[in-house]
């Protein structure tokens, strides 16, 4: 088992930034890919960046150049900059680990809001 708690979010103007981060406890030796989606409301949740333990990273296309994704093995973390925001990044954004056995985690998430 791996539990999962996320951090960070809030209500930020456009073109604002955040850093959101997810500690990660349990199994922690297990754990391969970790990673970050959203959901909209209304909306599916969706990939947004995910980086394996080797340090791989990969993107949804809207928003790479803005969104940068990395981890901290020793301290259990894997943190999501988000930058220049907009409107269309106000979700829930969920963390996710998925170990070496193929299990997958997901945290609670924490919420984003952009808003003048």
């Known amino acids: 088992q791996v539990q999962l708690v996320e951090s960070g979010g809030g209500l930020v103007q456009p073109g604002g930034s955040l850093r959101l981060s997810c500690l990660a406890s349990g199994s922690i030796f297990s754990i391969n890919t970790m990673g970050w989606y959203r959901q909209a409301p209304g909306k599916q949740r969706e990939l947004v960046a995910r980086i394996t333990r080797g340090g791989t990273t990969d993107y949804r296309d809207n928003v790479k150049g803005r969104f940068t994704i990395s981890r901290d093995n020793a301290k259990n973390t894997v943190y999501l900059q988000i930058n220049s925001l907009k409107s269309e990044d106000t979700a829930m954004y969920f963390c996710?680990?998925?170990?070496?056995?193929?299990?997958?985690?997901w945290g609670k998430g924490t919420l984003v809001t952009v808003s003048a």
């Open positions: 996710n680990v998925e170990t070496v056995y193929g299990s997958a985690y």
